[in-house]
Nanobody, 125 residues
Framework: VQLQASGGGLVQAGGSLRLSCAASGRAFSNYHMGWFRQAPGKEREFVAAFNWSGGRIYYAESVQGRFSISRDNAKNTVYLQMNSLKPEDTAVYYC???????????????????WGQGTQVTVSS
């Protein structure tokens, strides 16, 4: 599976961005999809994940109620809608995929097999 993330940019606090992650190579609908982020000097952290069936979604506490993950299997694309952005959301955002052997999508980055190249999100105060 090849993943291509896009949609990052510079936005003021309180603004919105929508990230996209286009997948190619294999049956996208069989894969759990996740978003992670890494800020300078910090470890990579989980943001959101969507299981292969669409029946289970997880969010990190820090983004709950502000971010929304969705997927369009017909377009082989997963989205991360980010609203009410805060300066602490500034990071490189990565999408990731893993074959959906289980029902629940993983929250640990090490459990994902495929990664996109990352897209920078910068939120100014």
């Amino acid at each position: 599976v090849q993943l291509q993330a896009s949609g990052g940019g510079l936005v003021q606090a309180g603004g919105s961005l929508r990230l996209s992650c286009a997948a190619s190579g294999r049956a996208f609908s069989n894969y759990h999809m996740g978003w992670f982020r890494q800020a300078p000097g910090k470890e990579r952290e989980f943001v959101a994940a969507f299981n292969w069936s669409g029946g289970r979604i997880y969010y990190a506490e820090s983004v709950q109620g502000r971010f929304s993950i969705s997927r369009d299997n017909a377009k082989n694309t997963v989205y991360l809608q980010m609203n009410s952005l805060k300066p602490e959301d500034t990071a490189v955002y990565y999408c990731a995929a893993v074959f959906g052997e289980s029902y629940l999508p993983p929250k640990l980055g090490d459990q994902y097999d495929y990664w996109g190249q990352g897209t920078q999100v910068t939120v100014s105060s």
